[in-house]
């Protein structure tokens, strides 16, 4: 059972949500208004914010940029609800730090098991062994040694860092924007060129485990959930 803030000013999905959420087990709270979700996820203190973009007070992408900003409800998982085509909306929620998106119209199932997802993956910072073991990749974070089977690689300290920054997050979506500042410490859109470019050596370097970085089209890259879903 996990905690739930729906935000969302449609009264047919409030209810469908309600009535899903509900079923399964979960506690839910219904806003329609970007502020109330606010209030209500520091009152709360969620599992999960369910946050339409299109509200009647505050945008979307604004309740999540403050959540995400907000230290007492920025470990608090954001699933955006997005009509078709609003993709600007979907990668301005990413680099805001937003956990997953469902597009509208959405299957009750399919948003079921997201929402399922979204609720199984650990929030805050992920834990950082010093080894990482991940299908045919390892990598030493202190000794920056990186090795595909039991071959080593030679990886620049940009790759190195692309490399684990991915991995820590994996499974979630990284804009070509929120890496540029996390690993080049740039503050820039012109140069998001430079993350594809840095992103195809990585992967050439990789070899075959070039497969476990993923990119996302119109979004950016994401390191896979496990070597099998990445087929190596
Ligand atoms: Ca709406």
Request: hydrophobic share 40%; proline share 3%.
């Amino acid at each position: 059972m996990a905690k739930i803030v729906v935000v969302e000013d449609e009264t047919d999905i409030q209810q469908i949500l309600d009535y899903n959420l509900r079923e399964q087990g979960h506690k839910v709270f219904i806003t329609a208004s970007g502020e109330e979700g606010l209030r209500l996820a520091r009152e709360k203190k969620p599992d999960l914010v369910l946050l339409d973009l299109m509200l009647p007070d505050v945008p979307g992408t604004e309740v999540c940029r403050r959540l995400k900003g907000d230290a007492a409800t920025s470990g608090i998982r954001v699933m955006m609800l997005t009509a078709k085509g609003e993709e600007i909306d979907r990668v301005v929620g990413f680099e805001l730090g937003a956990d997953d998106y469902v597009i509208k119209p959405f299957s009750v199932r399919e948003l079921m098991l997201r929402v399922q997802a979204v609720l199984r993956r650990p929030t805050g910072p992920t834990e950082t062994s010093a080894h990482i073991t991940f299908g045919r990749l390892r990598v030493d974070r202190e000794a920056h040694r990186v090795w595909v089977d039991e071959e080593e690689l030679e990886l620049t300290a940009l790759e190195f860092k692309l490399l684990v920054t991915l991995y820590d997050r994996r499974n979630r979506v990284q804009s070509r924007a929120s890496l540029l500042s996390d690993v080049w410490g740039i503050d820039s859109d012109i140069t998001t060129r430079t993350v594809d470019t840095h992103v195809k050596r990585l992967r050439e370097k990789l070899g075959a485990a070039g497969a476990y970085v993923e990119t996302v089209r119109g979004v950016g890259y994401r390191f896979a959930d496990s070597p099998e879903e990445a087929g190596v």
